[in-house]
């Protein structure tokens, strides 16, 4: 058998080409080193060993031969620069190397990929639907899985869930995707279904491979607790998440959800086990989401707090703070709250420059506590999603009151009253606007009162309390315009049947001094017997007579004024022995 150095160049290349369609790529390698040797330059040869190097797993080497090599840094190999980028995780450079390359299938594919890592899952869903649709080849239920896997994402991690299209689910892993978007979208017993059949398609695609099955079968049961969990039915998916632990199946990706969910299930209780579990759960940063890794940086963080660990806690918490990860700036305030210092929790939320309503729910919160009513109210109006909620127009009224007076309550009042008539249903503002006009009337605004109510009958004219109301406000300052107003109101049909003196006289009604009260006389007598039967006074039961316990006959003991030792009849109690040969013997010197 010739060795490489004897055999020339074109059966070189005939070798490599067929270790390459063998798949055997690490025995092509050496023979590209081996053309290279006698010619450098050689541009095939070259873009053999990039390709042999890529097929091996060495893309960060192939990477370097291709920025390196002076002939190849004149080769458009972008699809392959941006591939070997990808591999290492250089998602934004892979991106940038990519658009450079001209517009194919396979160039789409990998731009999906990258975008899916990215986690901008709509461009990946986009991508996919088209490569679905326009290719049909060996590789269309890999790209369905890419699509199911996208949309799942997308449904688990973002607001805006896409539409199912409707794969099919003829594999464990389009099963399993599409178990996990009906989770996401909050269909559990879709869930639970489809999550059954991903497992009996796996168990019986590697029926003849145990171990291949068991960590296929891993994320499923991963995702089978989660669905228990989610139901409420903790101690079920406890079991599932610690057998999966136990017999350490699966990616660390599977591991650390598991590990992770045990530490949400756990909560204050167990934790011991938690400590345990945050280990596991941190085993695998780079294949985890930002919303997996910040979940599982809260509840570290969390741990750190309920252990007592305040300084690490903090620590934890001012970091993510400093990252602007979403409700750090909570964490950090609530171990200011846990030691009374209600300031420094107030400094650290950001109420100036935030929107959030838990954000703004906890400050006005510590406000209310630290007796500053007006600003806890200007936080609350920040709060856009009960702006138009005459409760919480309410609320902040009062607290304005309580702050600033009435007069900036008032103010208040016009303008929600002004909101609401846009936004609110009619109910609702004719409630407000009764409340607004009987707080005026209480603090000496008629007026004002009369003002708003005015405009409230000019679109509800058939409201009679706010009518009543308008009546009062006006005859404050107006009695005679008070006196039109009333004519306004509708008039009371009496019944015939009905006597208006019985009504006066009647139960509930206190008679007027000098009005003679009827009372019927069957009723007289009844109150009289039962006066009589509670005044009537109880028998006194007889005491029984207690006897001596010693008698003689004619009459009680004659020795009774006599102490008792000094009785006839007195005899005095034995000593027990076993009790007398207990006692303790006193030492002597």
Not at 330 to 337: E, G, T, V, W
Request: charged share 30%; proline share 4%; with cysteine.
């Amino acid at each position: 058998m010739t060795s490489i150095t004897e055999k020339t160049v074109e059966q070189l290349f005939t070798q490599i080409q067929k270790f390459g369609n063998d798949g055997n790529f690490t025995k092509a390698l050496p023979l590209c080193i081996e053309i290279l040797k006698r010619n450098p330059k050689d541009e095939d040869a070259l873009r053999c060993k990039v390709i042999c190097l890529m097929k091996t797993d060495k893309c960060k080497e192939a990477y370097h031969v291709m920025s390196t090599d002076k002939l190849l840094k004149d080769i458009p190999m972008w699809f392959d620069r941006a591939y070997c980028l990808y591999r290492q995780g250089k998602l934004e450079d892979a991106l940038t190397e990519l658009n450079k390359a001209e517009p194919s299938s396979k160039v789409d594919e990998l731009l999906a990929q990258i975008y899916y890592k990215l986690e901008n899952y709509d461009s990946a869903v986009s991508i996919y639907k088209t490569l679905v649709k326009s290719l049909v080849d060996a590789n269309t239920n890999e790209r369905e899985t890419n699509l199911a896997a996208a949309l799942a994402s997308s449904a688990s991690f973002t607001n805006t869930p896409n539409k199912w299209p409707g794969l099919r689910e003829s594999t464990y892993e389009l099963s399993y995707n599409s178990a996990c978007y009906c989770l996401a979208t909050g269909n559990l017993v879709e869930a639970n279904n489809k999550l059954n059949r991903a497992r009996d398609l796996c168990s019986k695609e590697f029926e003849d491979d145990e171990t291949d099955a068991k960590c296929e079968l891993a994320p499923i049961e991963v995702m089978r607790g989660l669905c228990l969990q989610t139901e409420g039915n903790d101690k079920d998916a406890m079991e599932i998440y610690s057998t999966v632990l136990k017999e350490k199946y699966g990616d660390s990706q599977t591991l650390s959800v598991a590990a992770n969910n045990i530490i949400c299930i756990n909560k204050e209780q167990n934790m011991f086990d938690s400590k345990k579990k945050v280990k596991i759960a941190t085993n695998a940063p780079k294949k985890l989401t930002k919303a997996q890794l910040l979940s599982i940086e809260f509840n570290s963080c969390l741990l750190s707090y309920h252990t007592n660990h305040m300084e690490q806690f903090r620590k934890k918490s001012a970091e993510m703070v400093a990252e602007g990860v979403p409700m750090a700036h909570l964490l950090l305030a609530s171990s200011y709250i846990r030691d009374k210092k209600l300031n420094d929790a107030l400094n650290v939320l950001p109420v100036e420059n935030t929107s959030d309503e838990k954000t703004l729910l906890a400050a006005s919160q510590l406000l209310l506590n630290l007796g500053s009513f007006a600003d806890a109210a200007s936080a609350l109006i920040k709060i856009k999603s009960l702006a138009d909620k005459p409760g919480m127009a309410s609320l902040i009224s009062t607290l304005y009151f309580l702050g600033s007076g009435p007069e900036k309550a008032v103010e208040f009042m016009d303008k929600s009253l002004k909101d609401l008539a846009e936004t609110c249903d009619p109910a609702n503002l004719i409630k407000w606007t009764l409340i607004c006009a009987r707080f005026r009337l209480a603090y000496d605004m008629p007026k004002d009162a009369a003002s708003s109510l005015e405009t409230l009958l000019s679109k509800y004219p058939g409201n009679v309390k706010a009518l009543a109301l308008l009546i009062r406000s006006v005859s404050q300052f107006d009695v005679s315009r008070a006196y039109e107003v009333a004519k306004r109101l509708p008039e009371i049909e009496i019944p015939s049947d009905i006597d208006l003196e019985e009504l006066e006289i009647g139960t509930g009604v206190t008679a007027a001094r000098g009005l003679r009260k009827v009372i019927n006389p069957e009723d007289a007598k009844i109150s009289e017997a039962n006066r009589r039967f509670e005044t009537k006074e109880k028998k006194r039961k007889k005491k029984k007579i207690r006897l001596p316990k010693v008698l003689v006959e004619g009459g009680p003991d004659p020795e009774r004024w006599i102490p008792r030792q000094e009785r006839s009849y007195y005899r005095r109690k034995k000593r027990n022995r076993n009790e007398a040969s207990c006692r303790c013997v006193p030492r002597r010197k």
